[in-house]
């Protein structure tokens, strides 16, 4: 999950109920939204920033609206299609005109989370200024053609969570000359922001969250995402056929269409996100290879496995033995497989959160970091998940040997590699 609203009401409790019949962990007294939701004082709001790119490519991001009219909402029945947005982030090259630089998150988006998904997090409304927050990438540069066809990677972000949590790894992806599409799973996510002004917030919760209800919970969601990743896989075979994204997607970057390499495709999420992965990996024989990012499996992968390459990420607490589905997963497993662990590193820990949350901190000390992220240093973790999964994908799309996988390396210290 991803601590939002929904997320920070079922984390504690969403592995034990996807994975095994034990008692749900109670919700941490500091990610209570009822003692935390109040409005900070005025004055100066913290700011924040993401670590730059290490890639060699600018990087450049396109957000559009999607709509699949082939089957009603599976959310909210009452309405006709399902529309999603998605952002779609590549190497760009460099005009030397001025284009804007992309915000992490969209103004009203933000707005919504700085007053429904940020005090849950111990961060008042109004204490930081979640709309200020740049990323690296320009909005509709061109793309930089130099990079060849690019490899593709679906990312989908954990359950509740806007796809924007996962940008510092995204964007590394994109400036490595990936074309990484990350998708807002409306009615799912906290909060997803429209062209026009408009905000569609999450489906409320039922009242009363046993894990039995959360399991069904993460079920629906998981099947609903599995069919909005394989619709939007749709449309980038589409654009990587030299048409379009449809007529909402408005307007292409230059360089865009034909720019997708569609035998080379990866699914990368965190959390659910990473279950959906895998169930995509299976399901979709146009997906080479897939990346989990601690989350526990849903659904029918957790018993089939893969037979396709695939990685999973895992928070220090994160084992085989404490997760069946995990062990499940691993064992039904018949491709190349890795697992890692990062020491320090909790289930937030894979989310921009991890660098967002201590910036925060530093100016407002009761933040509960530690509960959200871990005790990792935010920099060793972003870029010790950046080598790995760039190397992961580098390998089974790419062919680019690598043997970051056969041993532990110093350049990455707390992070195992677990047989």
């Known amino acids: 999950m991803s601590f939002t609203p929904i997320a920070a009401t079922v984390a504690a409790l969403a592995l034990a109920a996807v994975t095994a019949p034990v008692p749900a962990a109670p919700v941490p007294p500091s990610a209570s939204g009822a003692a935390l939701a109040h409005r900070a004082p005025a004055g100066n709001r913290v700011t924040m920033t993401l670590p730059a790119p290490a890639g060699p490519y600018p990087v450049g991001t396109l957000a559009v609206r999607l709509v699949d009219r082939s089957r009603p909402d599976p959310l909210v029945r009452s309405k006709p299609y399902r529309e999603l947005m998605v952002s779609l982030w590549y190497p760009a090259k460099d005009t030397g005109r001025p284009l804007p630089v992309a915000p992490h998150m969209a103004p009203l988006a933000a707005a919504d989370w700085d007053r429904h998904s940020a005090p849950p997090m111990g961060v008042p409304a109004g204490a930081a200024d979640w709309a200020a927050t740049p990323t690296h990438a320009r909005a509709g540069a061109p793309v930089d053609r130099r990079a060849g066809r690019l490899p593709v990677v679906l990312f989908g972000p954990g359950d509740g969570g806007p796809r924007t949590l996962g940008t510092t790894l995204v964007e590394d992806l994109a400036a490595r000359g990936y074309l990484v599409v990350t998708v807002d799973h409306t009615y799912e996510a906290d909060q997803v922001e429209f062209p026009g002004g408009r905000v569609v917030r999450a489906v409320p919760l039922p009242g009363k969250l046993t894990p039995r209800v959360i399991?069904?919970?993460?079920?629906?969601?998981?099947?609903?995402?599995?069919?909005?990743?394989?619709?939007?896989?749709?449309?980038?075979?589409?654009?990587?056929?030299?048409?379009?994204?449809?007529?909402?997607?408005?307007?292409?970057?230059?360089?865009l269409r034909g720019a997708p390499d569609l035998s080379r495709v990866g699914a990368l999420g965190q959390s659910l996100g990473g279950s959906v992965a895998a169930q995509l990996a299976h399901d979709d024989r146009r997906v080479d290879a897939g990346v989990n990012l601690d989350g526990g499996y849903v659904g029918r992968v957790a018993r089939t496995g893969v037979a396709k390459p695939f990685l999973q990420i895992a928070a220090e607490a994160h084992t085989r033995e404490g997760e069946p589905s995990w062990k499940s997963?691993?064992?039904?497993?018949?491709?190349w497989k890795?697992?890692?662990?990062?020491?320090?590193?909790?289930?937030?820990?894979?989310?921009?959160?991890?660098?967002?949350?201590?910036?925060?901190?530093?100016?407002?000390?009761?933040?509960?970091?530690?509960?959200?992220?871990?005790?990792?240093?935010?920099?060793?973790?972003?870029?010790?998940?950046?080598?790995?999964?760039?190397?992961?994908?580098?390998?089974?799309?790419?062919?680019?040997?690598?043997?970051?996988?056969?041993?532990?390396?110093?350049r990455f210290p707390g992070v195992s590699l677990i047989p």
């Open 338 to 410: 890795r697992e890692l662990r990062l020491a320090g590193a909790a289930h937030g820990s894979f989310t921009d959160l991890q660098v967002m949350l201590p910036q925060i901190a530093a100016a407002l000390p009761k933040v509960p970091v530690a509960d959200f992220v871990g005790t990792i240093d935010p920099g060793r973790s972003v870029s010790a998940q950046r080598a790995y999964v760039a190397a992961f994908f580098d390998l089974h799309l790419n062919r680019r040997p690598t043997r970051l996988f056969d041993a532990p390396d110093p």
């Open 215 to 255: 399991a069904r919970l993460l079920a629906r969601h998981s099947r609903a995402r599995l069919a909005d990743m394989r619709f939007v896989l749709d449309r980038i075979t589409a654009l990587g056929g030299g048409r379009g994204l449809g007529k909402e997607a408005g307007r292409l970057p230059a360089g």
């Open 329 to 335: 997963f691993w064992n039904a497993s018949t491709g």
